[in-house]
């Protein structure tokens, strides 16, 4: 079972691995991310992060509205974001680019 580690005050990683994943906003210690996408493509997306959000341990914030899904990680009352919600966030923008068909261009 893996644990939360916290990355504490290496802002210059939390700031690294915000730039990779764009779209995330870090409020206090919670990310966010609204996605466009369908209801079926809402319904997969869900299905595939409570799988990711299991493994590690975590239980995102997922809603729904106006055509939108809006994912918080984190607790409100967190100082920090962990490594945990930083590889959940990876997840789900992998999850999200498989469900509604964004082709994501090789590394060169």
Same mark, same amino acid.
């Given at each position: 079972?893996?644990?939360?580690? *916290?990355? #504490? $005050?290496? *802002?210059?990683? &939390?700031s %690294?691995a ?12 919670? &990310?966010?991310? /609204?996605? $466009?996408?369908? +209801? *079926? ?9 409570? /799988?990711? $959000? %299991?493994? &590690?341990? &975590? !239980?995102?914030? @997922?809603? !729904?509205? +106006?055509?939108e899904?809006? @994912?918080?990680? #984190? =607790?409100?009352? $967190? *100082?920090? @974001?962990?490594d #945990? ?6 997840? @789900?923008? %992998? ?5 509604? #068909?964004? =082709? /994501?261009?090789?590394?060169?």
């Amino acid at each position: 079972m893996r644990g939360r580690k *916290s990355r #504490g $005050a290496r *802002s210059d990683y &939390l700031s %690294d691995a915000l730039a990779v994943l764009g779209g995330w906003t870090q409020d206090g210690g919670r &990310l966010e991310r /609204v996605l $466009a996408c369908d +209801d *079926s493509q809402h319904a997969a997306l869900t299905e595939r992060i409570k /799988v990711a $959000a %299991d493994t &590690l341990h &975590l !239980r995102p914030r @997922i809603q !729904r509205a +106006d055509g939108e899904t809006q @994912i918080l990680l #984190g =607790a409100p009352d $967190a *100082s920090t @974001i962990t490594d #945990g919600e930083v590889t959940l966030a990876a997840r @789900i923008e %992998d999850a999200y680019r498989t469900v509604v #068909g964004i =082709a /994501v261009a090789p590394p060169r």
